[in-house]
Every structure is written in structure tokens, then in C-alpha cells.
């Protein structure tokens, strides 16, 4: 036994070489089962033999394990040569005790299998097993029989000899497909039968964009590509299956045994294709926590396939964990301490099963489980929890619509068709349905040709334009266009007398055609760059992740610390927003459908993130109606009229109505710049030179002729009235063309751009009510359910949960590993933006008269004249650790805005704020140089941005212990030699603009920029001026001392009034107008309306309408906490 104690590792090296074996190793093996037979028992050594193919006997975890297993005394591992695998008949390859066996490209599975029979060793991975985990099949038909979850899916088995199979039924649709009966809607997944076959495709739906992502095995950093072909293969057997929305991620799980089971995340090979790697070359993963759960699903995968080492991939989707796809025998690449676990549970096993039979002294060792490591935090720097977004979308093209009331049987059967008599509405967005109604325009102005005095009701005019737009581009597809019904149970009320004697009996349709109003190309840079410079917000965001600066964010998110979360709402230009914005956010490149399909949450349901504006609130109206009377009055505007427009005093208001004086010579003045405005785009026309003019986004010259025609008939009615509510639209194109299309020189542009914005700074922010009071009640009409949801959001960042956390002893490096980030990002429309606004501004959150940080933030809100594209609303959440769990302290929230992207002209006037001064970032440690504008022109794009998002310095105990709202607490911290509050204008600016000190800028300002963290040095401000991107306004804070429970308060409080007074409303209200309140029904939509009515009577720890959640936003970080649910309530949300 003199050599029992060295390893004995035969065959293979780290290096990789390897050597034959020789007579001498055979001896060895062989010895103790022939001439040696006398030798006594207790030396015997146990031979674990390898046998697989060389590229696996030799890899680098190979290596590593079986040095670390050779480290047991009574072990000796041999691993048998390729040559001798592929050549020598089975009765010639070496003897083992115990067989690691594993199939791979080209290994002989049938010699094994042979082998085994002959000598029967101790398997550690059944052979036979191996046979099943080649055939997906066979796969899922195994974890079906166990119970585990796995994606719904069918097989479709095209066999050549039996083309007729009973299994072999496709029905492929635009949308869907039709497997043997079973319905897939896009996004599905199509697998080869065959698990060596890597090329997996799945297929996207048109409304995200159509097309395929290709998945192959990796080649070099890319793991899959983005294809424009939306039709699936139709050759080979296939499995269709239900694509699980991941979040991004996929977790790869390793058993060694039942009871040991490691698990890393790492980039899903869907998202973008490319792989992550790090400086070494190898792809970056994290080694990720099981959750109970699904440690006994890794216990039955292994069990099921008997493979005790052996590798699968789990999706955690919808609060879910799914099985889908079984590798087989399979190591972790980079882990130290998994080869230690490894080698000690496979020689503990071997010793367990052959130590008896050999008479070798050995007991188990008794170990302690896993010890939770308690992360703790250092020094007094708060710890980021939370932050949540409200994002407007980016810049878009004109949004233009039609109405028009119809009466025809045709456009009755297509709302019936389609369910619209459950709620009495309906949204047609789907190719489909779009072509149905281009089909019923078409027959209609058919007949209409036929017999003109046939009894169709349409007007053809509109009947013809609803043609023209639904024939536009020459395809359809869901982002662009859309058609709503709303049944008018007596028909549509006249608005003027001369109308009355059209008036028909009966029921009708309302028809709204809405098109236009896609995201922009810069608005998709605008979005990405804006989520680029958001990595900025948090901790770490300055480190270099695989050559991405910024990219501290992208660990955390890779980690699963990062609890991340993307609601847009369902309209087109929303949803690529946010996907945009999500690949700048996390570094992802390619295609946005993908991204769109894997990371958007639709969150269409109960008015989150939506408004029906056709079904205003009674007090929208009677507000729509006083602004209609006080623009229609051909005088200068009166003292008593300031009073009436803009009680609250709104400088931005009062200067707007300085700039129109009188509202109907000012609307006089717009409708001739129009007419002059049509005038030269129809000579343009007629000029050959432009006829094959591009205009911005492919618009023709054709078209944006109807778009101005259209707004300069409806602008000014037959009564010679004008119609304030086309106000906007006149502002959003004439916006657009400055913008974009500025390469006409078209005349007057600008003198129209600056009248139209004036009335549009009336008109837009006042629809949503001019008293503060009927500025609230709007406010909570719209957004009463996200401002619900974003209470839950601050309340469930402390709670203990189950969510996804780092394993704390394979994270080594990382402070806090079981501490994560939750991350809400609403992406919506101005709508809600304005909303959510007024009701920070005027719910009572602070009180100006007390608080002096709050009265400067309201006084520079009320300066803010326009809520443009891409408008930020941004709460963060800090915990203190060093304050007491119940103390009030220990939470802290802050309040930042940026009005979004700067308008045409809009330097000199644009409103100063006082920075992006977050209270909590006080790390004593980090004294960073001012960044100045020099400095960062010369560095690379990302890294101004990201080299220390914020320069505040250590600031006087003051601020923490007054709040940090008064003037004099500020100032004083501001007296060091190195100022608050800095903001870094963007370098792109020509000259360096002077900074205008204002209100907490004292005397004492040192000369310095300011710097933002929402806006430095973006790679488009390059071109300010003439590009097509305008750059974004930095964030500003509006509060950085306020307590969670001061927020929670506020928000319950408000929630409480918005729900009754909503109940009062629904509850007066007919039944008619009950099913207006519904969600439109989106056809084939997959997610759950929910409907509104709720009512809180008391605060609660959970609030009472917290229930679960519709499946489509539910989380996908694993399982949930246990939710409160109370019967009378049927609003709920997970996330």
C-alpha cells in the first residue's frame, strides 16, 4: 500500500497531452482481478475508469476533477485512449471498478453499452439512459412522466416512409401555427427532434416585428442570429413549443448526484446572439441560488435520466421554473470550489457503493450543510434598492385619425365576430382583421359606384380614406395602424343643429382609424442612449464588464441581483421604446424584436399603462369644454382670463397667453400658415425636380401634403369656429418638420412652430384640468392603478422574497451577494406622464410653505413648458443599514424629473433646475476630480457618461438631520470648495453656454459645470443641430430626504380618494357606460383584462388589492411572495 496515498491519475494532463497506456498500467488494472488474486484484499485499490471521447477525457474540468478524486486514498482513476475506444474490440479495453461513460460526436455508445454487459462496474451514468437523452421526444416524454414542468408543446413527426402519419398534421397561419390540433401563437419555439441538432428557431409575432432568431451551437461570440423569415421548416421532425418570456436569462443547472445540484445564469442565446465573454475568452456566467423548488426538480431530472453528473437548462418564466432541455453528462467550466464538490461527492459515492465489497475501512464524513453567509455592508454609503421609472416614449411620426359612424350589417357581423358586444369595444390591430375591413371599405365603394343611391350610409370620402391608409406601406403590420369600434347603442349625438335632420335612428358604430405615430429612427437612439446613460443610477456603474464600460449594472442584472422589470403599454412606438431603451440598458445589440418579445411586459390590462382617451371622465369634459369657450373669444385675454386659465399661476402658462394675446386672432393667424404651408408643398409637386423626393421616415412629398390638408379642413369648422382640440396635432407636425424635414425650406415654418407651441402649452397641459383639484381628479382617472402598482413596488423592495439571489459561496468579490436591485420601468404615453406628475405636484406630498427644497422643485416644474419625448420620472429607493429595521430612517426616497428631449430653440429659454444631487450617495471613500467639459470631449462615448456618474461631496450632518429641505442647510454644504450640485452640459454645445446661477446656486457656486447623471457626453449630441436626434435634459432632483413611510402615506392615502371617487363615477354612471370603462378587448390577445372598480377602505401593511396576476406580467425571477387577496377586489399585480 506504499503508493496508495499519491494520486494515481494514469492518463491525461492539464496540459492535454496524453500517453498510450502500456503493459505496465494494464498490469496494474488488471492485477487484482488475475494472477494476483492471493494479495490481499485490504491494498486493493478501487479503478474508476473514463471512457469518452479524448476532446472530453482531456478537458480542462476533467482534469481538474479527477486530480481532486485521485486525492482518495483508495482511488485510482484510468482513462481509456480514444484509439483503444474506437479500435480495440470491448474485451481488450482496460478493467474498472466503476465506469464514467458519456456520449459525445462520434463516441461508440453501443461498445459501452457492450462493456458494461461484460464487466458490470458500478455506472455513475446509466448508458441506456443516454440512448433517450439524444431524442427530444424522448426527453420531454421522461420529465412529463416525473411530473416536472415543462413548456406546452407538441411533436410534429414527419416521417418519409409514412408521409400520412397521424402525427405529421401542420397548419401554418400568419400568427400561428396549428401542430396536430394544438394552437402555438407566435412567439413559439421550433427544436429539431434530434438533441444534437442546435439549431433551434423561434418565431416572432408581426406585432412585434415578425421574423425568426436562429439559434445555433457557438461560433466564436455569437450563439444565434435575427432572420426576416417568418415561416417555419417544412422538412424534418420537429417539436413546437410555447416560448417562456425569461427576462433575458437562462439557468443552467449541474447535478452531481440527487443531492448537489450548482446552477449559473448566463445571457439567454436568444436575446441579441452575441456571447458575453470575459478577458480570458470564456462566456461570462453567475452562479445563481436554487430555489427549493427547483432543487427537487434537479433531484428528479437526475434520478429520472440516471445520470448522476448531468447538466440541464431551466427557464424561469411567469414565477415558474420549466425544464427544457437535458444535456446529459456535464461539467461547470470556471468553479474551483464546484471541482471540489465534485471529486469529494463522486469519490464519496464510489467509496459508499465499493469500499464494503473490498473490505476498505471507510466511514461517510459528516458535513455541515451550506452556511448562509450574512452580507453586510461598509461604511455609512446607503445601498441602492429600488428605483422606478416612468418614461415617456420617443420621438414619433404625426399620429393622424379618422372617425366615422357607420351603420352597415357588414362592419355589425365583424364587431360580433370578434366579441365586441362583451365590452361593448374593440381594437382590431392584428393583418388579419385590418385586411377584413380594408375588404368591407373596398365592396362598400364598389356598390357605391354600382348604385349611387344605394343604401349605404358611409360617407364615401371617409370611406375612401379609410382605403387609402389601410392600402399604405402595401402590407400591415400591427405597430403601425389601427382600427377601434365602440358600439353606440342610439347612434352618434349631433354636434350641430344643421345636423339634426341627418339624425338616424338606431344603433350604430363609432369607427376611429388611427395611424401614424411610430417610433422615429431617432427616436430609437434617443431611447437606447437615454438607457445607456441610465446604467449611470447604479452602484458600480463605472466598472469594465467584457469591454463595456458602465457595465457594474450588468453584472448585477447577469447575476440575477438585479430584480429587472419592463412594462410598456400596447401601443407600437411604446413597445419599441422600451426595447430600445432595454439594448442600450444592457448592452444588447441587433434586432429589437427579439429584445421586445423577451423583455417587454405588455401591460395592457386595468389601464396601467393605457388610456382610452375616446371615453373621457366628466370632469375631462367640462375642462375640454371651458378651454373651447375661453380660445374662442376673438379679444385680448382679460386679467379675468389669466385667472380662469391658469389659476395655479404656471409662469410656463403665463407666458404662452403673453406670446397669443388674442386665442382666435392667434388661430387665424395658424390656419393662414397652414393654407401658405399646403400652398408650397402642392407647387413643390408640380416642380419635376422633387417628384422623387424623400422626405424623413419615406414619407412622400404626397403625403404629407394629405397629412397638412387634412388639418388645415379640420382645424377651421364650417361655422368658422375653430376646433382647439387639432392644436396639438398642428404642434406634433409642424414639430416633426422643423425637425426632420427642415431640408425643405419651407417658408414661415417657424413662425407657425412658435404660435402652435404657445396654444399647444395651453391646450395639452390644461386637458388635464386647470384647478389643482380637477387637475387631481384627471390625474387619478388615469393613473390610479400605476400609482397602486408603484406603492407595491417601494413595499416589496424590504421584504424578504424569493427572488433570484446570488450564491453567496461561489460570488466571491461581490459586496452583499444576497442583497439585489428591483428595477420597474413603465414605459407610456404623455398621458399618464402628466398625470402621474400632477399628482406628485399637487396631492400633497410636502407642503411648499415648510419645505423649500420642495417649493424650488415646484417653481421649476411650473416653468417646464412641455413634457416632450422620452420625459422621466424617477424614484430611487435607499436603505440605510446602520439605522435601526423600524426606524424611519432606514428608507429613504428620492424625486427626479427631466422634461425628456430638448426642443427646437429651446436653450435660451429652457427652465434652470438645481441638479442631480441624490442625497445617499455620501461614500466617503470616493473624492472624485470634477469632471469638466475639455476633460470629457476627448474621452470614448460611453465612458463621459460613465467615469463617476456623480460628483457629490462629503456633505455637512445638516442635510441628513433636517431633511435636507431648507435653503440653509444647502447652502451650507454648498460652501465647500467643491459645490453640490453639478451638472455637465452636453459637450456638444458650441460655445459653453453661461451657467445662470439661480435660487440655490449662491453666491458661493464655484466655477464649475454641473453634472448630470441622466444626460453627459451622448455619442448623437455630436450633431445637435443638424442631426436628427436631439440630445435629453438631464435629470434634475426634485426631492432627496424623503422617508418611505412619508411616501407610502401619500400614495395609500391617495389611492384611497382616487378608488372611492373612481367607485362614485362608475356607480353613477349607465351600464353603458360601465362597459366603456372596460379594457378595449385586444382580439387574440393573450393576457387577461381585469376589470376596475376598487375600493380602499383602510391602509394596510399589503394593500387589499393585492392579489395575484394576470400570466403575461407575472414575474419571471422565480417564485413569488404569498400574496393577500381579498374578495372584493379583483385588481391585483405580482410584480
Known amino acids: 500500500m506504499s503508493n496508495s496515498g499519491l494520486p494515481q491519475f494514469l492518463i491525461g494532463s492539464e496540459s492535454g497531452e496524453s500517453r498510450e497506456l502500456d503493459d505496465k498500467d494494464m498490469r496494474n488494472i488488471s492485477g487484482p482481478y488475475g494472477e494476483d488474486e492471493e494479495e490481499d484484499q485490504a491494498e486493493r485499490q478501487i479503478v474508476v475508469g473514463i471512457c469518452s471521447m479524448m476532446k472530453k477525457s482531456n478537458s480542462k474540468p476533467m482534469t481538474e476533477i479527477m486530480e481532486r478524486l485521485c486525492k482518495f486514498e483508495y482511488i485510482t482513476v484510468v482513462i481509456f485512449s480514444e484509439e483503444i475506444i474506437l479500435n480495440e474490440p470491448v474485451e481488450k479495453w482496460p478493467l474498472c471498478d466503476c465506469l464514467i461513460s458519456f456520449h459525445s460526436k462520434g463516441f461508440p455508445l453501443d461498445k459501452a453499452v457492450g462493456y458494461a454487459k461484460l464487466r458490470n462496474p458500478l455506472l455513475i451514468n446509466d448508458l441506456n439512459m443516454q440512448y433517450f437523452i439524444q431524442d427530444r421526444r424522448e426527453v420531454y416524454r421522461i420529465l412529463q412522466e416525473e411530473g416536472i414542468d415543462l413548456p406546452r408543446y407538441a411533436v410534429l413527426n414527419r416521417d418519409p416512409d409514412r408521409p400520412e402519419g397521424k402525427e405529421c398534421n401542420l397548419v401554418e397561419s400568419e400568427d400561428h401555427v396549428e401542430v396536430n390540433g394544438e394552437v402555438f401563437h407566435k412567439p413559439f419555439v421550433e427544436k429539431p427532434v434530434s438533441a444534437e441538432d442546435h439549431n ?63 446552477a449559473e445564469a448566463r445571457k439567454s442565446p436568444a436575446l441579441d446572439g452575441k456571447v458575453e465573454r470575459d478577458s480570458e475568452g470564456k462566456e461570462i456566467r453567475y452562479p445563481v441560488m436554487l430555489t427549493a423548488m427547483e432543487k427537487l426538480v434537479a433531484r428528479k431530472v437526475c434520478l429520472a435520466f440516471k445520470q448522476t453528473v448531468c447538466g440541464f437548462d431551466l427557464l424561469r418564466a411567469n414565477g415558474h421554473s420549466f425544464v427544457c432541455d437535458v444535456n446529459g453528462f456535464s461539467f461547470v467550466k470556471n468553479s474551483m470550489k464546484y471541482y471540489d464538490d465534485c471529486a469529494k461527492v463522486l469519490g464519496n459515492m464510489v467509496m459508499r457503493e465499493l469500499a464494503p465489497q473490498f473490505h476498505i475501512p471507510w466511514s461517510i464524513p459528516m458535513e455541515a450543510e451550506d452556511i448562509p453567509i450574512v452580507p453586510t455592508t461598509s ?24 372617425k366615422m359612424e357607420v351603420r352597415n350589417a357588414l362592419f355589425f357581423e365583424l364587431f360580433e365576430k370578434y366579441g365586441g358586444y362583451k365590452s361593448g369595444k374593440l381594437k382590431l390591430k392584428k393583418p388579419k382583421q385590418l385586411q377584413e375591413v380594408l375588404d368591407i371599405a373596398r365592396q362598400l365603394l364598389a356598390e357605391l359606384v354600382l348604385h349611387n343611391d344605394c343604401e349605404i350610409e358611409e360617407k364615401k370620402s371617409k370611406l375612401e380614406q379609410l382605403k387609402t391608409v389601410l392600402e399604405m406601406y402595401g402590407h400591415f403590420s400591427g405597430i403601425n395602424r389601427k382600427v377601434q369600434l365602440t358600439y353606440l347603442p342610439n347612434g352618434q349625438p349631433k354636434a350641430s343643429s344643421e345636423e339634426e335632420d341627418t339624425l338616424k335612428e338606431g344603433p350604430s358604430l363609432l369607427l376611429v382609424l388611427k395611424w401614424g405615430g411610430e417610433l422615429t429612427p431617432a427616436g430609437r437612439v434617443q431611447a437606447e442612449e437615454l438607457g445607456r446613460a441610465f446604467r449611470c443610477m447604479y452602484p458600480g456603474g463605472q466598472g469594465d464588464y467584457a469591454g463595456f464600460p458602465g457595465c457594474g449594472l450588468l453584472r448585477l442584472h447577469s447575476t440575477y441581483r438585479h430584480d429587472l422589470k419592463i412594462y410598456a403599454s400596447d401601443e407600437g412606438r411604446v413597445q419599441m421604446t422600451a426595447a430600445a431603451f432595454a439594448k442600450g440598458l444592457l448592452a444588447l445589440e441587433g434586432e429589437l424584436t427579439p429584445i421586445l418579445v423577451q423583455m417587454v411586459k405588455s401591460a395592457n390590462m386595468n389601464g396601467l399603462l393605457d388610456s382610452d382617451s375616446d371615453s373621457l371622465t366628466d370632469c375631462q369634459q367640462r375642462v375640454k369644454a371651458r378651454l373651447h369657450e375661453i380660445m374662442q373669444k376673438n379679444k385680448d385675454f382679460s386679467e379675468e382670463d389669466y385667472n380662469k386659465l391658469a389659476p395655479t399661476g404656471s409662469p410656463s402658462l403665463v ?55 387634412k388639418l388645415e379642413r379640420d382645424f377651421r369648422m364650417k361655422n368658422c369656429r375653430y376646433d382647439i382640440s387639432k392644436i396639438p396635432d398642428i404642434y406634433d407636425c409642424v414639430k416633426y418638420d422643423t425637425q426632420h424635414n427642415s431640408s425643405l425650406s419651407l417658408e414661415d415654418t417657424l413662425e407657425l412652430f412658435r404660435l402652435s407651441r404657445a396654444l399647444a402649452d395651453i391646450i395639452i397641459p390644461q386637458e388635464y384640468g386647470i384647478t389643482k383639484a380637477e387637475k387631481l381628479d384627471i390625474a387619478s382617472a388615469y393613473c390610479l392603478p400605476l400609482v ?35 428595477t420597474r420601468l413603465y414605459f407610456t404615453s404623455e398621458s399618464h406622464v402628466h398625470s402621474l406628475l400632477s399628482i406628485f405636484r399637487y396631492g400633497g406630498l410636502l407642503d411648499e410653505q415648510k419645505d423649500e427644497q ?29 439605522k435601526d429595521p423600524s426606524s424611519e430612517e432606514r428608507f429613504h426616497v428620492e424625486l427626479h424629473f427631466s422634461p425628456g428631449v430638448k426642443g427646437c430653440k429651446d436653450e435660451d429659454n429652457a427652465p434652470m433646475g438645481f441638479g442631480f444631487r441624490p442625497a445617499s450617495s455620501e461614500n466617503h471613500e470616493k473624492q472624485t476630480n470634477q469632471g469638466s467639459l475639455e476633460d470629457l470631449s476627448q474621452d470614448e462615448p460611453d465612458r463621459a457618461v460613465l ?102 402615506e401619500f400614495l395609500t392615502a391617495l389611492c384611497k380618494n382616487g378608488s372611492q371617487a373612481q367607485f362614485k363615477r362608475l356607480k353613477s354612471l349607465s351600464a353603458m357606460f360601465e362597459s366603456h370603462s372596460q379594457p378595449s378587448i385586444d382580439v387574440d390577445s393573450q393576457e387577461t383584462p381585469v376589470s376596475t372598480p376598487v375600493q380602499l377602505n383602510q391602509p394596510t401593511a399589503k394593500p387589499v388589492w393585492y392579489t395575484g396576476e394576470p400570466s403575461s406580467t407575472v414575474s419571471s425571477a422565480g417564485p413569488s411572495s404569498p400574496s393577500v387577496a381579498e374578495s372584493s377586489s379583483n385588481f391585483g399585480f405580482n410584480e
Open 379 to 402: 461604511g455609512t454609503m446607503m445601498e441602492l434598492r429600488c428605483v422606478i421609472a416612468v418614461i415617456r416614449h420617443g420621438d414619433r411620426t404625426p399620429k393622424q385619425k379618422m
Open 200 to 262: 433551434v428557431y423561434i418565431y416572432y409575432p408581426t406585432s412585434a416585428g415578425g421574423g425568426s432568431q436562429r439559434l445555433f451551437r457557438k461560433i466564436g461570440s455569437r450563439s444565434s442570429v435575427y432572420s426576416p423569415e417568418s415561416t417555419v421548416r417544412k422538412t424534418g421532425s420537429y417539436i413546437y413549443e410555447e416560448f417562456m418570456p425569461t427576462d433575458g436569462t437562462d439557468v443552467k443547472v449541474y447535478t452531481v448526484g440527487p443531492d448537489y445540484a450548482h
Open 947 to 1048: 467615469n463617476e456618474p456623480i460628483n457629490i461631496q462629503r456633505k455637512s450632518p445638516l442635510i441628513r438631520n433636517r431633511k435636507a429641505g431648507s435653503m440653509e442647510a444647502l447652502s451650507e454644504s454648498n460652501t465647500s470648495s467643491r459645490g453640490l450640485a453639478y451638472r455637465l452640459l452636453p459637450s456638444s454645445s458650441r460655445q459653453s453656454p453661461e451657467i445662470k446661477p439661480s435660487g440655490l446656486e449662491l453666491l458661493s457656486m464655484p466655477p464649475v459645470k454641473r453634472f448630470s447623471v441622466s444626460y453627459a457626453r451622448h455619442p448623437t449630441n455630436g450633431f445637435e443641430g443638424c442631426s436628427l436626434v436631439p440630445s435629453i435634459y438631464p435629470l434634475e432632483t426634485l426631492h432627496n430626504s424623503l422617508s418611505l413611510k412619508q411616501v407610502d
Open 854 to 882: 420642495w417649493k424650488q422643485a415646484m417653481d421649476y416644474l411650473s416653468a417646464v413648458t412641455e413634457l416632450n419625448y422620452m420625459t422621466q420620472i424617477v424614484i430611487m429607493l435607499y436603505e440605510d443599514n446602520n
Open 655 to 709: 407666458n404662452s397667453m403673453r406670446v397669443i394675446v388674442n386665442p382666435v386672432k392667434t388661430c387665424d393667424q395658424v390656419h393662414t400658415l397652414i393654407k401658405s404651408l399646403t400652398c408650397q408643398i402642392c407647387k413643390r409637386l408640380e416642380d419635376p425636380k422633387s417628384a422623387d423626393l424623400q422626405l424623413y421616415h419615406s414619407e412622400t412629398l404626397e403625403l404629407m401634403l394629405q397629412r397638412w390638408s
Open 788 to 822: 397602486k402598482k408603484i406603492q407595491l413596488d417601494l413595499q416589496r423592495t424590504h421584504e424578504d422574497e424569493a427572488v433570484n439571489k446570488l450564491h453567496p459561496l461561489y460570488s466571491r468579490g461581490v459586496m452583499s451577494p444576497g442583497r439585489h436591485v428591483r
